[in-house]
């Protein structure tokens, strides 16, 4: 659900960025992002609550992100990123909205 020309973005910036196919499951999803130790960027309202469920490496989360400009949106990402380290983000949801 995420707009994919910010894969290309986030990619410049350095990242490695896995993009799950349009029909998986949210379980699939999390696997995806767990066998990669990846974080789920997602504007999905049903990661906030896997949040509470499932182990992961980080969601980042909002659903509003794609009424924003796609720099606006990575530059919020890198700036959690900045702040936050690989341990801070295991197991936690970041709303992005908060740093924008």
């Known amino acids: ?10 990619r410049d910036e ?3 960025v896995f993009r799950p196919e349009i029909s998986d499951s949210d379980d699939e999803v999390l696997e995806l992002a767990n066998e990669n130790r990846a974080v789920i960027l997602t504007r999905d309202r049903d990661f906030v609550r896997l949040n509470d469920n499932q182990e992961h490496f980080g969601i980042i989360f909002d659903s509003g992100m794609h009424h924003r400009a796609l720099r606006e949106v990575s ?14 983000l295991e197991n936690s949801l970041v709303r992005l909205n908060r740093f924008y």
Do not use: H, K, Q
Request: glycine share 4%.
């Open 1 to 10: 659900m995420v707009d994919p020309a910010l894969d290309e973005i986030l």
């Open 75 to 88: 530059e919020a990402v890198l700036r959690i990123f900045d702040l936050m380290s690989s341990e801070d």
């Open 14 to 16: 350095g990242f490695e």
